[in-house]
């Protein structure tokens, strides 16, 4: 059973920044796609942004400029580096690790951004 402990969650005022970590419990990191989703109250979790075995990236249009997703295949890590946030960017952040077609979702961790 693959368990994605997040990290780094908090609350920051508009303007601030914050940074994400999860860490997968599988050797097959390295060869996992990784992703981050939030979800915010009464609506539906959304894509913020992924990243392939190869370092391919890809966000949500919204997000491009103020969200840098990254990885460390050599600490088992994937990061999300979230700058100039919004009130609107208040969500719980889920990851998420993608291998051989399965979805493996970590517990969330809860950013909430005050205005």
């Known amino acids: 059973q693959v368990q994605l402990v997040e990290s780094g969650g908090g609350l920051v005022q508009a303007g601030g920044s914050l940074r994400l970590s999860c860490a997968p419990s599988s050797s097959l990191f390295s060869i996992s796609t990784m992703g981050w989703y939030r979800q915010a109250p009464g609506k539906q979790r959304e894509l913020v942004a992924t990243?392939?075995?190869?370092?391919?990236?890809n966000y949500a249009d919204s997000l491009k400029g103020r969200f840098t997703i990254s990885r460390d295949n050599a600490k088992n890590t994937v990061n999300l580096q979230m700058n100039s946030l919004k009130p609107e960017d208040t969500a719980v952040y889920y990851c998420?690790?993608?291998?051989?077609?399965?979805?493996?979702w970590g517990q969330g961790t809860q950013v909430t951004v005050s205005s």
């Open positions: 990243i392939t075995s190869a370092g391919s990236t």
């Open positions: 998420k690790m993608t291998r051989f077609g399965s979805d493996y």
